[in-house]
Nanobody
Framework: QVQLVESGGGLVQAGGTLRLSCAAS????????MGWYRQAPGKQRELVAT???????NYADSVKGRFTISRVNAKNTVYLQMNNLKPEDTAVYYC???????????????WGTGTQVTVSS
C-alpha cells in the first residue's frame, strides 16, 4: 500500500558528498515523520536522521554537522545531503515513513529496498 524508493547512493572518496532521495507513493493520506536509517555489514540498522511534517529534525550524533535532511511535503519526498563523508558512513541507507493511509489506518513499517553508499579512504 506504500512504496518507498531510494536513489542517489554510490561510491565516493572520503571527504566527498552524496545526496540521497526517497519518494513515497501509494495509498497515502498524509505522512508525519520521514527518516533515513542505515545498516553496515554485521551491524544493526541505526537511525541517521528524521524530519517531521513541520520540518523538525533529529540527527544521530555521528552525522551532526555533516548530513542535512530535508523534505518536500507536496511530493512525499525526503532527501539526505551527505557532506564530508567518512569510511564509517559506508552502509545501505534505507528510507522510512509513518503516517495515515487513505482509509485512515496508521502505517509505519514500510521500508524501501535501500541504496548502497560506499566511502573509500
Amino acid at each position: 500500500q506504500v512504496q518507498l524508493v531510494e536513489s542517489g547512493g554510490g561510491l565516493v572518496q572520503a571527504g566527498g558528498t552524496l545526496r540521497l532521495s526517497c519518494a513515497a507513493s501509494g495509498s497515502i493520506r498524509s505522512i508525519n515523520v520521514m527518516g533515513w536509517y542505515r545498516q553496515a555489514p554485521g551491524k544493526q540498522r541505526e537511525l541517521v536522521a528524521t524530519i517531521t511534517k513541520g520540518r523538525s529534525t533529529n540527527y544521530a550524533d555521528s552525522v551532526k554537522g555533516r548530513f542535512t535532511i530535508s523534505r518536500v511535503n507536496a511530493k512525499n519526498t525526503v532527501y539526505l545531503q551527505m557532506n564530508n563523508l567518512k569510511p564509517e558512513d559506508t552502509a545501505v541507507y534505507y528510507c522510512n515513513a509513518d503516517g495515515l493511509l487513505t482509509g485512515g489506518e496508521y502505517f509505519s513499517d514500510y521500508w524501501g529496498t535501500g541504496t548502497q553508499v560506499t566511502v573509500s579512504s
